[in-house]
Structure formats: structure tokens, C-alpha cells
T-cell receptor, first 115, second 116 residues
Framework: DGGITQSPKYLFRKEGQNVTLSCEQNLNHDAMYWYRQDPGQGLRLIYYSQIVNDFQKGDIAEGYSVSREKKESFPLTVTSAQKNPTAFYLC??????????????FGPGTRLTVT | AQTVTQSQPEMSVQEAETVTLSCTYD???????LFWYKQPPSRQMILVIRQEAYKQQNATENRFSVNFQKAAKSFSLKISDSQLGDAAMYFCAYRSAVLGTDKLIFGTGTRLQVFP
């Protein structure tokens, strides 16, 4: 079945360590996104990529980095520069930046806890 | 910049009854898309319904329908015949129709409880 996978579901790290969250999709979607969700808040966009080898900062990119070497994969690295990294992270994808289907499909998310 | 506001942090409804969740947004654009997403306890985001701003007809998906008031910048979600499985967080989201701007702007969500 087509979909988006994120691994792991729960991730624990010590403060000061970088950590990479995985996001893979087999929907043949061109665009991929990373969102952060905190209690009492909606989803906020961290980074997005509309095509391989290209990506743009979202609203809260500081302390994060991404790469898009393959169409199927869009890993997110949470660096030690991110002041409040503990959060729920959601990956999403959509078919083409100019497609007529504007639905974003979401992965199951990764809960990151940094102590 | 566009903003999305959900003024009801929590709502509750009796099973089989109808409930309406509110959403307002602010934009200077004339063409855009609006969405309602559901996030159950599993935290998987699920698209409930979408509305194109250029369409006057309100979108409907089975028990879910919207009341889209473009001039008032209002986009409420009506859930009819509520079921226990409807209990979840509901997020309203906005997407510009300008090419190359695919990002969604979310409201803060409404937690819906359904009582038997």
C-alpha cells in the first residue's frame, strides 16, 4: 500500500546531540514537508521541498536542517542549536507543486523527547 | 500573512447529534483552499473535507459538511449524526492558490468529545 512512513515512533536524545528523523514516501509525490506540533498549537512548518535537491525554509527553520537527495526521502535533522526540540514531528507529502490535487498526506509522526 | 483562528478549544456532542466547529481566517488573496483535518488519539492527520474558494457550493463528505462564507472569511465544519469515532482534534487549514506556495497554515485546533 502507498503511504508515508516515519521512524521511529518515539525517539529519546540527550541535550546537545543532533538527531535525524526519517520520512519516506512511496506515493510518487514531488513535494514533501516537515511540521512541528506542540500542545495547544497547530502544526507549524519547518521545511519543505518541492523537488529533489531543492528545499525552502518554513516558519520555524532555526535549529533544523534537511536534505532531499531522493524523491522518496526527506530526512529532518534536529540540531543542538534548536532550543526546544521536544515535540511531535509530522512529515507530509503532496502530488506536485502545480498539481490540482492539493491534499497533503501525513505520516504517523515521531515523538521526540530531549532531556 | 495569512492566519487561521479556531476560537473553540473544546467542544462536546452527544452521540447521534449534530455539532458545528468554527474557523475563521484572514487573507488578502481571492483564490485559495480550505481544509479540515482530523487528528484522533493515534495522532495520524486525516483529511476530512476540502473547499476551493472559487466554488460557491459548500463541500460535503457523507456526515461532514462545511459552511463556507467567503465574504465573512468563515469556514465552519458541521458533523451530523455524531459517532464515538468522531472524537478527535480537528484542525482548520488554509492553503494559498498561488503557484509554488504549497504550505498549509493551521489553526490551533478544537478538541471534540463525543458522549454516548
Amino acid at each position: 500500500d502507498g503511504g508515508i512512513t516515519q521512524s521511529p515512533k518515539y525517539l529519546f536524545r540527550k541535550e546537545g546531540q543532533n538527531v535525524t528523523l526519517s520520512c519516506e514516501q512511496n506515493l510518487n509525490h514531488d513535494a514533501m514537508y516537515w511540521y512541528r506540533q506542540d500542545p495547544g498549537q497547530g502544526l507549524r512548518l519547518i521545511y519543505y521541498s518541492q523537488i529533489v535537491n531543492d528545499f525552502q525554509k518554513g516558519d520555524i527553520a532555526e535549529g533544523y536542517s534537511v536534505s532531499r537527495e531522493k524523491k522518496e526521502s526527506f530526512p529532518l535533522t534536529v540540531t543542538s542549536a534548536q532550543k526546544n526540540p521536544t515535540a511531535f514531528y509530522l512529515c507530509a507529502s503532496t502530488r506536485g507543486s502545480r498539481g490540482r490535487t492539493y491534499e497533503q498526506y501525513f505520516g504517523p509522526g515521531t515523538r521526540l523527547t530531549v532531556t | 500573512a495569512q492566519t487561521v483562528t479556531q476560537s473553540q478549544p473544546e467542544m462536546s456532542v452527544q452521540e447521534a447529534e449534530t455539532v458545528t466547529l468554527s474557523c475563521t481566517y484572514d487573507t488578502s488573496e481571492s483564490d485559495y483552499y480550505l481544509f479540515w483535518y482530523k487528528q484522533p488519539p493515534s495522532r495520524q492527520m486525516i483529511l476530512v473535507i476540502r473547499q476551493e474558494a472559487y466554488k460557491q457550493q459548500n463541500a460535503t463528505e457523507n456526515r461532514f459538511s462545511v459552511n463556507f462564507q467567503k465574504a465573512a472569511k468563515s469556514f465552519s465544519l458541521k458533523i451530523s449524526d455524531s459517532q464515538l469515532g468522531d472524537a478527535a482534534m480537528y484542525f482548520c487549514a488554509y492553503r494559498s492558490a498561488v503557484l509554488g506556495t504549497d504550505k498549509l497554515i493551521f489553526g490551533t485546533g478544537t478538541r471534540l468529545q463525543v458522549f454516548p
